[in-house]
């Protein structure tokens, strides 16, 4: 992973940012996101300020970050109760097994 500027262009603004444990092409990647996304709220809203679209991104991003966390943790709930039912199963097998020798 490298750790230098990189010039991006997001939404017709060119900015040098340096993003920790990302590659370029990933930073590109994540620029070219941000500018289309900034592209359709603004087509959708009709905001024209460039600060209040940034903003508004900015939050609708923010939002499918905090979405996609509260599943992934239900995920994990689920995940942790599935293993906690096979843990109690495997240890009523094991003590049913003790029983018959």
Same mark, same amino acid.
């Given at each position: 992973?490298?750790?230098?500027?990189?010039?991006?262009?997001?939404? =017709?603004?060119?900015?040098?940012?340096?993003?920790?444990?990302?590659?370029?092409?990933?930073?590109? +990647?994540?620029?070219?996101?941000?500018?289309?996304? @900034? +592209?359709?709220?603004?087509?959708?809203?009709?905001?024209?300020?460039?600060?209040? #679209?940034?903003? #508004?991104?900015? @939050?609708?991003?923010?939002?499918?970050?905090?979405? @996609?966390? +509260?599943?992934?943790?239900?995920?994990?709930?689920?995940?942790?109760?599935?293993?906690?039912? @096979?843990?109690?199963?495997?240890?009523?097998?094991?003590?049913?097994? =003790?029983?018959? +020798?």
């Amino acid at each position: 992973m490298l750790n230098d500027k990189v010039e991006i262009e997001v939404y =017709g603004r060119k900015l040098l940012v340096e993003m920790e444990g990302l590659t370029h092409f990933d930073i590109h +990647t994540l620029a070219q996101t941000v500018s289309e996304r @900034m +592209t359709e709220i603004a087509r959708e809203s009709k905001v024209v300020d460039s600060s209040k #679209l940034a903003i #508004l991104t900015a @939050m609708e991003i923010a939002a499918e970050n905090q979405r @996609m966390r +509260t599943q992934l943790e239900g995920l994990a709930a689920v995940e942790e109760r599935k293993l906690d039912g @096979m843990l109690l199963a495997l240890e009523k097998a094991v003590e049913s097994s =003790g029983e018959k +020798t």
